[in-house]
């Protein structure tokens, strides 16, 4: 009777474990809606795009994000975003990174944005995370050490050289306006960035007491107004970029903190070290960040005053995340529309 008892369990929990693993690759793969196709204006300029290089195009507007399983969803909505809200939707390239230490999600990945966007024009490429994964330091927030967030400081790297200029996006936004406007900011001539900055944060909690402390390090602010700035929306030269070889000057700032640790936060540290006070500022419209709620407690949070063109779940609080334990912050209601994932009923049906 033991016997029959313990084979029925285990024939049991084999049947849920298959269904259960089924349903996961549904959710994953299958799980979300094809996304209209979205057409250019009259007043759009005619790009030809040859497949073999379609990348290259000085006149498309490059768009760069990183592609995960965890967040496919929030980079899902983003895309769409985007999309919706350009006016030449078609003149749009997207370059998408994924970590080469996980092959088979590439192939997922792809499926995926294939499946939703048949008409996007995109690349997807590796990123070795391997020798970066050795520099990261943990932070206050374990979803900060993921080696791919740190794939930004590498993009002059990975994407092809013929790419002059690209805006780097998080996955966790979404735009209600134009990103050509974004992507055509002229950069000051001695900047390599262009983000919005805000000076009215304190910017010296970012850094450790004993950085501070260390003559040698705190000098390193001298002379620049250093302000902070939100590394998830970004227009970066590429050009400038490699030729001032940034990529060293970050990595050298992760060495030294894996030998003393000077700041707290996951990858904005190293960029503000070389890049704060030294930004073209933008107009804060395009990066209406800290909707995720702060990152110990989660609270809500309110839009910053001002017109908006561009909102972002920075934080602990994802609002699919939120949406799906039915307990959403106010504003998640307007990331709500650009969700592509199936409902309950559409997958069964």
């Known amino acids: 009777m033991k016997f029959q008892f313990a084979l029925l369990l285990c024939v049991y929990v084999s049947v849920i474990l298959f269904f259960s693993k089924h349903t996961l690759c549904i959710t994953i793969e299958e799980g979300f809606k094809e996304a209209p196709k979205f057409y250019n204006s009259p007043t759009c300029k005619t790009i030809v795009f040859f497949h073999s290089n379609q990348q290259c195009s000085i006149e498309a ?48 990945l792809n499926r995926i944005i294939t499946n939703s966007f048949p008409y996007l024009k995109y690349q997807i490429y590796p990123f070795n995370d391997e020798p970066v994964a050795g520099l990261i330091s943990t932070s206050i927030r374990s979803a900060l050490d993921c080696p791919l967030n740190y794939a930004r400081t590498y993009l002059a790297d990975i994407l092809p050289v013929c790419i002059n200029r690209v805006v780097y996006l998080d996955s966790d936004l979404i735009l209600v306006d134009d990103i050509a406007k974004l992507a055509s900011t002229p950069l000051r ?44 929306v970004m227009v970066i030269d590429l050009q400038r970029w490699r030729s001032g070889e940034y990529t060293t000057m970050i990595r050298e700032w992760m060495e030294l903190q894996k030998r003393m640790r000077i700041y707290e936060l996951g990858s904005l540290p190293p960029f503000l070290l070389v890049f704060a006070g ?21 609270l809500c949070r309110d839009l910053h005053p001002g017109p908006v063109s561009l909102l972002h779940w920075s934080g602990k609080g994802k609002p699919w995340a939120r949406l799906d334990a039915n307990r959403p912050c106010p504003l998640d209601a307007l990331w709500a529309p650009y969700d592509l994932l199936k409902t309950r009923f559409a997958l069964e049906s």
């Open 278 to 298: 030294r930004i073209t500022p933008v107009d804060h419209r395009w990066n209406q960040h800290g909707l995720g709620g702060d990152n110990f407690r989660g």
């Open 189 to 232: 001539s001695n900047t390599v960035i262009a983000a919005p900055e805000y000076c009215n944060a304190n910017f010296s909690i970012y850094f450790t007491p004993s950085f501070w402390s260390n003559p040698s390090l705190s000098l390193t602010f001298a002379n620049r107004e250093a302000c902070y700035f939100n590394t998830g």
């Open 61 to 108: 507007v490059h768009v760069a994000m990183t592609l995960d399983v965890s967040y496919i969803r929030g980079s899902m909505a983003a895309i769409l975003s985007v999309l919706q809200h350009s006016s030449c939707p078609e003149n749009i390239v997207f370059h998408f990174i994924a970590s080469s230490s996980e092959p088979s999600s590439k192939t997922v």
